[in-house]
């Protein structure tokens, strides 16, 4: 079945650019139905949608990341990927990819994978 | 922007009761675009109900969601042990994907 897995590094120095990638396994993210997204979620606190792309590299952002997010696919390799620059502290946390369904509800999602933001 | 406030921030119950979790949104929601997810310690969401009263694959029917405009309620008939964890509803409007802040439910 579909899996998400995220990938990249757990820790980040303050002022430089968060990147991780989304790897699509059991099927393909050029499907016509679905869009691929990012949320993170801070130690202990809730979760924050951080943006959403298509497989045709359409995308769509959270206002209040948009200066700082930029999401990117690549179909050849069954990825998307995200970045996020200019990190501090407030950007530890766990970000996860998922898939959205037709309803727009993330109905898969990766494990996810702890990002610090330290010096 | 629509925020999404939930309620009981903890909800404290015994296994067999029933569980009632609202979600309450600052301005109409279309019910297609209304979500909500169980998440236990560790792990990733899961997604419950979609389009405010569907379930999602493999979801059992003790849990249901109904509602709409501005008032959306999930509930579960009857807890079993697995369902102590944190639920989030969250909606899609405007190009922007929102979460409610959670209700913890856990084990009175």
């Known amino acids: 079945q579909l899996q998400l897995q995220e990938s990249g590094p757990g820790l980040v120095k303050p002022s430089e650019t968060l990147s991780l990638t989304c790897t699509v396994s059991g099927g393909s993210i050029s499907s016509s139905s679905y869009y691929w997204g990012w949320i993170r979620q801070p130690p202990g606190k809730g979760l924050e949608w951080i943006g959403s792309i298509y497989y045709s590299g359409s995308t769509y952002y959270n206002p209040s990341l948009k200066s700082r997010v930029t999401i990117s696919v690549d179909t050849s390799k069954n990825q998307f990927s995200l970045k996020l620059s200019s990190v501090t502290a407030a950007d530890t946390a766990v970000y996860y990819c998922?898939?959205?369904?037709?309803?727009?509800?993330?109905?898969?999602w990766g494990q996810g994978t702890m990002v610090t933001v330290s010096s | 922007e629509i925020v999404l406030t939930q309620s009981p921030g903890t909800l404290s119950l015994s296994p067999g009761e029933r569980a009632t979790l609202s979600c309450r949104a600052s301005q109409s929601v279309s019910s297609s675009y209304l979500a909500w997810y169980q998440q236990k310690p560790g792990q990733a969401p899961r997604l419950l109900i979609y389009g405010a009263s569907s379930r999602a694959t493999g979801i059992p029917d003790r849990f249901s969601g109904s509602g709409s405009g501005t008032d959306f309620t999930l509930t579960i008939s009857r807890l079993e042990p697995e369902d102590f964890a944190v639920y989030y509803c969250q909606q899609y409007g405007s190009s922007l994907h929102t979460f409610g802040q959670g209700t913890k439910l856990e084990i009175k």
């Open positions: 998922a898939r959205t369904n037709w309803a727009d509800a993330f109905d898969i």
